[in-house]
Each structure stands twice: as C-alpha cells, then as structure tokens.
C-alpha cells in the first residue's frame, strides 16, 4: 500500500538555525499539506499546497516558514531560522483529489524537531 | 467557544465494552468530517469518515447531528488494540485546505 514518507525521523537542531523537513506524497496524489502537533497539544494546520503553489496557510505559517516541491516527488517544509517554540512533531500529508472537503488526508509517520 | 471541542478524557473501559465519544463544532457550515485516531507518537490515522446518513465500519459507528452540530464514535466490543487517541476532524468549508483536529479523546482498554 502506498503511503506517504517523510525524512529524517528526529531532528535536533539549534535555535537559529535553518531546517528543511522533507516529505515524499503519494504519487498520483495533488494535494500536498504541512501540520505540527506540539507535545500534548493537537494537530494543527500549516500549509497547503496544490499546482505547484501555497493554497492555503494558516497564521502559524509565517515568514519564517516556507515550502517547496522542488521536483516530482519531494515536498519540503523549510524553517529558517528556528525558535525554541518550533519543536514539535511536523506531519506532511497528500491527499489524491483536487481538494474538496471528502478528499481524504494520509499522513506520513511525522519528523520530531527538537529546537535547543 | 472552540471550533472543534472534545472529552479529553481518558475513558478507561474493560475489554468487550462499548464506548461512545461525542464531539462538538462550532461553524455550522461545516462541510464534512471525520474520526481518526493515534496512537502515541504516532501519526493520525483516518478511521473512517462520517455521512449525514451515519455509518457503520464493522465495530465502530460513527454519527452525524447537524441540528446541533455534533458528531459521536461509538465502538462496540472492544478491544485491547482501540487503545489510543481519538481525533475529531472537520472540515470547515469546502476547502479540504482547512480541516481542523479536535485535541483528541484518550481512550484505554484494559483486560
């Protein structure tokens, strides 16, 4: 069954510094997305992405933060410039359809990032 | 009030017994919306999605009340391997961009 991977499994990094997280979607998939979950706290959205371009980005998604599919297989979350506050389990999900609300979301097993 | 609201609980429940969670959503145009669960430090894993009309997946049923716009899981007969997390999730309008998690209900199932 295919699923979505994602690279390096635990990051440790120090405060400044930049990070890229890297995500493999589903092939055939179009709908590509971001979320991080804060120890104990829920899963929150970051980030969509569908043709090439962010579709959606929540407030958390700020400057700091940008995305990449740079070939056709690869989507990357790029941090530039890390806060301690940005440790947190980061998931990257593909969804196959166009978006609509019943597309469902596979996630990937999550990459933690420890800030020091 | 949250957007999406449930029972963290944890529910601690003997093996075989049925367990319902509620949850609750604010944006009355919500679209659609879905159980996952997860397990500890795991990623969420959809467990099945849930139609107005409510649903069945073997053990688990999930309904939909959009009068008074909440949702519930029940599982019959569980098991030790329920054990985990259970996450609301709906989607806000149309857009599958936004879907937004509840914090989860602990559920434990002990022998």
């Known amino acids: 069954e295919p699923e979505v991977t994602q690279t390096p499994s635990h990051q440790v990094t120090q405060m400044g510094q930049e990070v890229i997280l890297r995500c493999v979607p589903i092939?055939?998939?179009?709908?590509f997305y971001w979320y991080r979950q804060i120890l104990g706290q829920k899963v929150e959205f970051l980030v969509s992405?569908?043709?090439?371009?962010?579709?959606?980005k929540s407030e958390i998604f700020d400057d700091q933060f940008s995305v990449e599919r740079p070939d056709g297989s690869n989507f990357t979350l790029k941090i530039r410039s890390t806060k301690l506050e940005d440790s947190a389990m980061y998931f990257c999900?593909?969804?196959?359809?166009?978006?609509?609300?019943?597309?469902?979301?596979?996630f990937g097993p999550g990459t933690r990032l420890t800030v020091l | 009030r949250k957007e999406v609201e449930q029972d963290p609980g944890p529910f601690n429940v003997p093996e075989g017994a049925t367990v319902a969670f509620n949850c609750t959503y604010s944006n009355s145009a919500s679209q659609s919306f879905f159980w996952y669960r997860q397990d500890c430090r795991k990623e969420p894993k959809l467990l099945m999605s849930?139609?107005?009309s409510g649903n069945e997946d073997g053990r688990f049923t999930a309904q939909l009340n959009r009068a008074s716009q909440y949702i519930s899981l029940l599982i019959r007969d569980s098991k030790l391997s329920d054990s985990a997390t259970y996450l609301c999730v709906v989607n806000r309008d149309s857009s599958a961009s936004k879907i937004i998690f509840g914090s989860g209900t602990r559920l434990s199932i002990r022998p």
């Open positions: 092939s055939n998939h179009l709908y």
């Open positions: 999900a593909s969804s196959p359809g166009q978006g609509s609300s019943t597309d469902t979301q596979y």
């Open positions: 992405f569908y043709n090439n371009e962010i579709s959606e």
């Open positions: 849930v139609y107005s």
